[in-house]
């Protein structure tokens, strides 16, 4: 009977605490500053009056996440891949495999080894050819008119990297990138805890950058709720940031121009102060850095050839044939498709902005000569001073 009686008394009580809202302790019992409110916040976003409700445990979990961006359920970055279309080129190419390769007066040539119109003597060499053949199982390209060369001195080169930046309606809110080498994020930011939470984010995954906080001198980025990754580790860089900014550069003049940062090797497009396209480049690489600094695009072709070479010995010689979507902005250096490479992310040009073939097919489009284009380096890495550089190369 005793044991009854106690029961009902037990599930009464039970009953009674779920139909009131909680109650938070007060400072005394807690021996903590007291809050605002007494009753517990219900864990959404943004519909109480400051002060009705104390903001903790869950709720405030959603209040500490909305102030960095984060928004549940969580969305991707508000921006849209371009036409795929625009990564598709007509044009096929070749790398030139052996040094003093010939290119012969005709296909006959090239099968007898005859006339040699010339030779290819850059160590670097890409040419693009309209015409092969087979004879007697052995392939031959034309690569000029009337020019041919045999399969022994060419690599064919397959599709061209299918990477494409991103579209944006509006402006995102946070910063965002492009993961450069695949990277596990951790629960907190810094090396010292073992809190990997075993997701990895893989060579071009998208990232929103919530928060950054500086451990041990270097950033951490936010890229998840609780989730962090370093700004890189050792040599390596693990995002390449776009970090909007939607204020014309100084000198701009009419409200449309093109953000290529050095640092982070990301390109940016605004137009009327907001951002519509975003994506990762090459640039050129030490000591023939892209140069810092605000131009205009002069000229514009849709396929060029490129050649080059900055020592002595010819070492770093390079020969570039149909250079897709080419717009020179400074001297030799141009914003222009990249066909040999998949390297964006990452410093590796002779001075100018390399892209994917279909990000310079949309930003070839978009642009027209006289638009401006900002170069700059907002860790300060890069030379400034003029007398530092040449006309640039490829």
Not at 245 to 252: D, F, K, L, R, S
Not at 333 to 355: D, E, K, P, T
Request: charged residues 20%; proline residues 7%.
């Amino acid at each position: 009977m005793h044991y009854r009686v106690f029961t009902l008394l037990v599930s009464f009580l039970i009953q009674s605490a779920l139909s009131k809202p909680a109650i938070a302790a007060s400072s005394e019992q807690a021996g903590q500053t007291s809050f605002n409110g007494e009753v517990l916040c219900i864990p959404r976003e943004g519909i109480y009056p400051e002060g009705s409700c104390s903001d903790l445990g869950p709720a405030g979990y959603l209040t500490r996440m909305a102030g960095m961006g984060v928004r549940f359920p969580l969305r991707s970055t508000p921006g849209f891949q371009p036409d795929p279309s625009l990564t598709y080129i007509e044009i096929r190419y070749g790398e030139v495999v052996r040094q003093n390769a010939p290119v012969y007066a005709s296909l006959e040539d090239a099968i007898k080894k005859g006339q040699v119109l010339r030779k290819i003597d850059s160590p670097y060499s890409f040419i693009s050819y309209t015409e092969e053949a087979v004879v007697d199982g052995k392939r031959y390209y034309m690569v000029e008119a009337g020019g041919w060369m045999t399969a022994n001195d060419i690599s064919r080169i397959g599709t061209p990297a299918l990477f494409q930046g991103l579209l944006f309606h509006s402006t995102p809110a946070n910063p965002f990138g492009w993961i450069l080498y695949p990277v596990v994020t951790k629960r907190t930011p810094g090396f010292q805890l073992d809190d990997y939470t075993g997701r990895e984010l893989y060579r071009y995954d998208v990232v929103n950058i919530y928060a950054v906080e500086v451990v041990d001198g270097l950033e951490w980025y936010m890229v998840r709720p609780d989730e962090w990754i370093p700004e890189k580790q050792d040599w390596q860089r693990f995002v390449g940031r776009v970090i909007p900014a939607t204020q014309p550069p100084e000198g701009v003049e009419n409200g449309k121009w093109i953000e290529v940062n050095l640092h982070e090797q990301t390109i940016a497009a605004y137009e009327n102060k907001q951002l519509v396209f975003a994506s990762l480049v090459a640039t050129g690489i030490a000591p023939f850095w892209t140069k810092p600094g605000l131009f205009q695009i002069y000229q514009k072709f849709e396929a060029t050839p490129m050649r080059g070479s900055f020592e002595a010995d010819r070492s770093d010689a390079y020969y570039l044939e149909d250079v897709p979507w080419t717009m020179y902005y400074d001297q030799a250096r141009a914003l222009h498709g990249a066909y040999w490479h998949n390297g964006f992310g990452a410093v590796r040009s002779h001075g100018c902005v390399n892209m994917s073939v279909g990000d310079a097919h949309w930003l070839y489009d978009w642009a027209e000569v006289g638009d401006w284009v900002y170069v700059w380096d907002p860790s300060g890495e890069t030379p400034t001073d003029p007398a530092m550089y040449g006309e640039g190369g490829a």
